[in-house]
């Protein structure tokens, strides 16, 4: 159900473990959305408009940085990598990030694709970064330690470098950092959910031309 409106996007309960697959329309991406979201984040190359592109699909997992970086290890990265996850640990993220900007890898969405929480670090990667009609990218607050028994000054400590963390990553790739007001103000059990306007101001989407 729709919960509240921010400054532009849609406010909505946020259950990971709720979200069903959405059917791809044909040719709008290398490998269609037709099961279940893997629990840990699957990399796949498929063939997409006759050259590979690098898929990642699932929830992002502590570790899948260290995992995606073994996979690649033996192979080559492609010039496109296209997104489809839930999100989940948000330092992962950031490695896995890192990597594909320093490879120079595109980032895409297909109409069929969602990139939430902490999968938009990801999408932010991209040299060039774009979201087809229909894609649902959307940002909310995160845990940056899994550990609650933490005493509340240093839970906070660690909230607060968390966060700063992102913002520098964020500017790092070009991405306006005026984003993380959205996921400052949108509870963890929530997700905003950015307008194609959003999108396009942050700067997580780009123009080729």
């Known amino acids: 159900a729709t919960s509240c409106s921010l400054s532009g996007g849609t406010a909505r309960r ?3 473990g709720e979200i069903a697959p959405r059917e791809a329309r044909p040719g709008t991406r290398p490998m269609p959305a037709t099961v279940d979201m893997p629990t840990r984040l699957s990399f796949e190359i498929a063939d997409w408009d006759g050259a590979p592109a690098l ?30 996850s839930p999100g989940g640990s948000v330092r992962d993220a950031l490695a896995i990030g890192r990597v594909l900007r320093d490879g ?5 969405m297909s109409g069929s694709d969602v990139c939430l929480s902490a999968c938009p670090y990801i999408l932010a990667a991209g040299v060039d970064r774009s979201v087809a009609e229909g894609a649902l990218v959307g940002v909310h607050q995160h845990f940056f330690d899994e550990n609650v028994a933490l005493p ?22 070009g991405v306006d950092p005026g ?17 194609p306007e959003e999108l396009e101001r942050y700067a997580l989407t780009t123009d080729p031309s």
């Open 14 to 16: 946020f259950r990971p």
């Open 55 to 84: 898929t990642l699909t699932g929830q992002i997992a502590g570790g899948d940085a260290e995992r995606f970086a073994d996979w690649l290890a033996a192979r080559d990265l492609p010039g496109i990598a296209f997104l489809n």
């Open 104 to 108: 120079g890898v595109d980032t895409a």
């Open 152 to 173: 509340a000054f240093i839970a906070v400590e660690d909230i607060q470098r968390g966060q700063g963390d992102v913002m520098a990553y964020l500017i790092e790739m």
């Open 179 to 195: 984003v993380m007001q959205h996921a400052l103000q949108t509870p963890p059990d929530e997700i905003y959910l950015l307008l």
